[in-house]
């Protein structure tokens, strides 16, 4: 019975990976760290032909507090293949076994998100389904991991003795057990929630009738994953792999330095080799001589003016003024080409982008390093002026910048990413604010509050934080796919979090 459950849902996990594979655009936005921004859109990958998508940012700031800097500086980019989603691939080189180890962490991913989402519908009064119903899908999803992580295991151990490649599928193994110990603590960590909102149930509360005698099911889950997690830190243990140690901060940090470089090592398999240009410095040459022509079109009329009649007249009439106007036509002359050069970098972005990008597949995926992805970008800032939100009716207005980035890219089909399993591609983007916090205030500020029992007047600390606007909207095949617009909370310390509208 059990094995037929793990069987339906690692067939759930395959459907699902299918669907992913062949629905829209998969967006996300959130902050990264305490002074990045990131959003990360993955797109899937035409069977054959192209596909086009757009990816638009806006994030708009107080004008008083934004220094001047240049955007393209702040932002990082990151392109690769998600994928692949065939677990049946060969691993009797290094390369497969990359590929694979992959492609089992990506269903491992699924697992968790198939978990938490069944944890909310738990707790959620909008659930239609009986209780008993989802927390035996709790059970499955943490059942149909460890199958997974079993299975790669057996193939690993059935790969070829050679060295190199032995040495490639114990790393490969750590890295599935780390995946999998994320996996179970997420798990936990979402059972905890609906543990807590169990036990709260008031008997007035909606969900009420739901959460009768669902404490011993959610007890039940919580069982199997602490099963689950006892083994597979006894197989960590007997493999020798680095543990983290709550009262160890040398181990603990040993423990993150070492699940970073395996994150690494792994992916890096399927990054795409990147290769940009900025516009304005591609046309550079050609931009100054268009404008010099035109600069000394001016000139050689100007002189033509200045030299008309015979020499004689003219250093008879005034040998001064003929100097003032010919030093005049050459200071505008050269005003032009400047003016030119500068117009052009300013408004390059209307004509075409600001910088052009091309993707390539890894010559270990693709040897052909075939063009996956085509990109024209632009990053723009520019001063606007909004309505006061105390009073839009008085004429009040506040000035704002707002950063927009633009990318609009084409996807190819390649036969051979199609092959090996591989169905979308992944941009990551980060954007550094760092510099927006000099000019903050004190991430606290002192409030006067009014102590009803003692009759006076105390100070409190409360949270200073500014909330930015931000909207990210995704487009594919010229429809808007995800439009994603809400708040982001900062203060003087840097990133707060994102409430989404």
Same mark, same amino acid.
């Given at each position: 019975m059990a094995a037929a459950l793990v069987t339906r849902e690692q067939a759930a996990v395959d459907s699902a990976v299918v669907r992913d594979a062949t629905d829209a655009a998969d967006v996300r936005l959130e902050v990264h760290d305490t002074s990045r921004l990131e959003w990360a859109v993955s797109v899937p990958l035409p069977r054959d032909g192209e596909t086009e998508y757009a990816i638009e940012l806006d994030l708009e700031f107080p004008a008083h507090v934004l220094a001047e800097h240049s955007p393209w500086d702040h932002l990082q980019e990151l392109a690769r293949l998600d994928g692949p989603d065939d677990m049946t691939t060969s691993v009797a080189t290094i390369d497969c076994v990359r590929r694979f180890v992959v492609a089992v962490a990506a269903k491992m991913g699924r697992a968790h998100e198939g978990?938490?989402?069944?944890?909310?519908?738990?707790?959620?009064?909008?659930?239609?389904?009986?209780?008993?119903?989802?927390?035996?899908?709790?059970?499955?999803?943490?059942?149909?991991? =460890?199958?997974?992580?079993?299975?790669? *295991? @057996?193939?690993?151990?059935?790969?070829?003795?050679?060295?190199? !490649?032995?040495? &490639? $599928?114990?790393?490969?193994?750590?890295y599935l057990s780390l995946r999998f110990l994320e996996l179970l603590a997420g798990s936990e960590r979402a059972l905890a929630t609906v543990h807590e909102r169990v036990e709260r149930a008031s008997p007035d509360d909606p969900c009420a009738k739901r959460f009768a005698g669902a404490l011993p099911l959610v007890e039940a889950v919580g069982e199997a994953i602490a099963v689950?997690?006892?083994?597979?830190?006894?197989?960590?243990?007997?493999?020798?792999?680095?543990?983290?140690?709550?009262?160890?901060?040398? =181990?603990?940090?040993?423990?993150?330095? *070492? @699940?970073?470089?395996?994150?690494?090592?792994?992916?890096?398999? !399927?990054?795409? &080799? $990147?290769?940009?240009?900025?516009?304005?410095?591609?046309?550079?040459?050609?931009v100054a001589a268009a404008v010099a022509i035109v600069a000394s079109t001016w000139a050689f009329v100007g002189q033509l003016y200045l030299t008309r009649g015979s020499l004689s007249a003219k250093v008879s009439s005034s040998l001064i003024a003929f100097c003032v106007l010919a030093g005049l036509v050459y200071a505008v002359k050269d005003r032009i080409k400047e003016v030119g050069r500068t117009w052009f970098a300013r408004n390059v972005h209307r004509f075409y982008a600001q910088r052009i990008a091309k993707y390539r597949a890894p010559a270990k995926t693709c040897p052909t390093r075939d063009v996956v992805v085509r990109a024209r970008e632009s990053f723009l800032r520019e001063n606007e002026a909004r309505p006061d939100p105390l009073n839009p009716m008085s004429g009040a207005s506040?000035?704002?910048?707002?950063?927009?980035?633009?990318?609009?890219?084409?996807?190819?089909?390649?036969?051979?990413?199609?092959?090996?399993?591989?169905?979308?591609?992944?941009?990551?983007?980060?954007?550094?604010?760092?510099?927006?916090?000099?000019?903050?205030?004190?991430?606290?500020?002192?409030?006067?509050?009014?102590?009803?029992?003692?009759?006076?007047?105390?100070?409190?600390?409360?949270?200073?934080?500014?909330?930015?606007?931000?909207?990210?909207?995704?487009?594919?095949?010229?429809?808007?796919?995800?439009?994603?617009?809400?708040?982001?909370?900062l203060h003087k310390r840097g990133l707060e979090r994102i409430d989404l509208a």
């Open positions: 978990f938490a989402r069944h944890a909310r519908l738990v707790i959620s009064p909008f659930a239609t389904d009986e209780i008993s119903h989802h927390t035996s899908a709790l059970e499955s999803w943490v059942h149909a991991a =460890e199958h997974m992580l079993a299975d790669a *295991r @057996a193939r690993l151990d059935r790969s070829p003795t050679d060295l190199e !490649l032995a040495r &490639e $599928s114990r790393l490969a193994d750590e689950a997690l006892g083994a597979e830190m006894d197989h960590r243990q007997r493999a020798g792999y680095a543990e983290a140690e709550a009262d160890a901060p040398h =181990e603990l940090e040993r423990y993150l330095d *070492r @699940a970073s470089q395996l994150k690494k090592h792994f992916q890096e398999v !399927l990054f795409l &080799e $990147s290769e940009r240009f900025v516009v304005t410095d591609r046309f550079h040459h050609l506040l000035a704002v910048t707002t950063l927009r980035y633009r990318h609009q890219g084409t996807l190819e089909a390649s036969r051979t990413l199609g092959d090996a399993g591989i169905s979308r591609v992944k941009h990551v983007f980060r954007y550094d604010l760092s510099p927006l916090f000099a000019r903050l205030d004190d991430a606290t500020k002192p409030v006067p509050v009014f102590d009803s029992q003692m009759r006076r007047v105390r100070f409190a600390h409360a949270p200073r934080c500014y909330r930015v606007p931000v909207r990210l909207v995704v487009r594919l095949r010229g429809e808007v796919v995800s439009d994603l617009h809400g708040a982001l909370v």
